[in-house]
């Protein structure tokens, strides 16, 4: 049997541990070493991680695929990577992510500078998550195109009707709870407009911080806002049948958010829910081509309220053919691309 190593500074994610699978299913055994001190809220018990730390060189011996995720491992392990690429082993490179955050352009110039040159050095194979990140990336590499598909298990799940909570209009936000401003936004609307905001997902510690800055901004909260904390995916279908719209709103100042497509893209279609998104970005782009959707304003809470108003009047009927398709082939389409390696 073929073996298989899977690199990642965090805990495996819903995205890795799909990976995972599909490794094992075109042949290969499979040992994972990740950082298990960050993404604390994506671990389960499905697949055994071994701590990155303690990766060497004799646990790479007789290896012949070494899959790599993130930026900082390459930080955490640049010479063993340096040395592997040197090496007649099949390395892949899975950018989720650009690491490019920074409301700073001059900063993100430099950060995307030394990426891209990591890249350009290290890795010919590179699966990326956004087609929008390939024209910022070295253009001579093997790429291919991964898009953060649900499981193919909720394929014809179907979505019940929104659960009526006293007939109010609910927008829910399903995922890791981050960009704690653009959270704000949803709240601070919901509480304006009598509407229910629903957060479904981790970790715990940012909500507690969610929390306290509501308590900072003096809204009150108690009759607009629920936190369901952590879910699995084989709850999505329940999480949206609960939902009227899908919120997917991220800081827009950053050119990762600009460029990046979310999960959250396909499980709207999936589960026919609209969504609503950051002007401004290629998920925009692609929202407003999809008919799936509206964007709204990430920054100004004024604007952002003006857009909520116009969007949620729009009527959507989307058709979840087109990710359904996409969601069938797609272990096939992987599978094939690192056959070819």
Not at 201 to 228: A, T, W
Not at 268 to 282: D, E, H, W
Request: hydrophobic share 40%; net charge negative.
């Amino acid at each position: 049997m073929m073996k298989a190593i899977i690199l990642c500074d965090h805990s495996l994610d819903p995205r890795l541990r799909k990976r995972t699978k599909w490794l094992g299913e075109s042949g290969y055994d499979v040992s994972i070493y990740t950082d298990s001190n960050r993404g604390k809220h994506f671990s389960n018990n499905e697949f055994f991680e071994n701590d990155l730390s303690g990766l060497t060189v004799n646990d790479l011996k007789d290896i012949d695929l070494v899959y790599i995720s993130g930026a900082k491992v390459i930080l955490q392990k640049f010479i063993l990577i340096f040395n592997l690429s040197k090496e007649n082993i099949n390395v892949v490179y899975e950018i989720p992510d650009l690491p490019l955050r920074s409301h700073f352009n001059f900063i993100n110039k430099i950060i995307l500078f030394l990426f891209s040159l990591v890249v350009q050095v290290l890795f010919s194979n590179v699966v990326v998550t956004s087609g929008a990140f390939i024209r910022f990336l070295p253009k001579n590499k093997n790429y291919f195109l991964c898009e953060n598909l649900p499981p193919d298990n909720l394929i014809n799940n179907q979505v019940g009707d929104s659960l009526a909570i006293d007939n109010k209009l609910k927008v829910g936000f399903v995922g890791a709870l981050r960009y704690p401003h653009q959270m704000l936004l949803l709240i601070k609307y919901c509480v304006d407009n009598d509407y229910i905001a629903l957060f479904f997902g981790g970790p715990k510690e940012n909500e507690i911080k969610l929390r306290s800055l509501c308590n900072e901004n003096s809204l009150i909260i108690e009759s607009n806002v629920e936190f369901h904390g952590a879910y699995d995916q084989n709850e999505l279908s329940e999480i949206y049948g609960k939902i009227d719209f899908v919120y997917s709103v991220y800081d827009a100042k950053q050119p990762n958010v600009r460029l990046a497509l979310p999960n959250k893209l396909y499980e709207a279609q999936l589960f026919k829910t609209p969504i609503i998104v950051a002007k401004n970005t290629y998920l925009s782009e692609c929202v407003s081509e999809l008919e799936v959707g509206f964007s709204v304003d990430s920054t100004d809470y004024n604007k952002f309220s003006d857009d909520m108003n116009e969007g949620l009047k729009m009527s959507f009927l989307i058709d979840p053919s087109l990710v359904e398709g996409k969601i069938k082939s797609s272990k096939s389409d992987f599978s094939q691309w690192i056959e070819k390696l």
